[in-house]
């Protein structure tokens, strides 16, 4: 089993920065890859960022630039820096934790932190 507790989500104004964390716990050595998601009103939930055990990141077109995921060296907390936001990035976002056993791939999700982009 693994957790996830987010936090650094909050209401900031267009072109300002955020930096969300997670903090995974339980079998983190298990873990492959970490990400965020978010997920707007009346949307479905989308990939923003996604960082491999090895370093390989992932980032969806519409923050490449703007946003910048990163883990620390013991694996357990994944960050999101979030650059230049804009109204569009308004949604509540989601750490997402991977874990591959036996070929079976077990997602675990946190709560989710609200991050509003408005004036």
């Known amino acids: 089993q693994v957790q996830l507790v987010e936090s650094g989500g909050g209401l900031v104004q267009p072109g300002g920065s955020l930096r969300l964390s997670c903090a995974a716990s339980?079998?983190?050595?298990?873990?492959?890859?970490m990400g965020w998601y978010r997920q707007a009103p009346g949307k479905q939930r989308e990939l923003v960022a996604a960082?491999?055990?090895?370093?390989?990141?992932n980032y969806a077109d519409s923050v490449k630039g703007r946003f910048t995921i990163s883990r620390d060296n013991a694996q357990s907390t994944v960050y999101l820096q979030m650059n230049g936001l804009k109204p569009d990035d308004t949604g509540v976002y989601y750490c997402?934790?991977?874990?591959?056993?036996?070929?079976?791939?077990?997602?675990?999700w946190g709560q989710g932190t609200q991050v509003t982009v408005s004036s």
């Open positions: 997402n934790a991977l874990v591959v056993r036996a070929g079976i791939r077990i997602n675990y």
């Open positions: 960082v491999t055990r090895g370093d390989s990141t």
């Open positions: 339980g079998n983190i050595l298990s873990i492959s890859t």
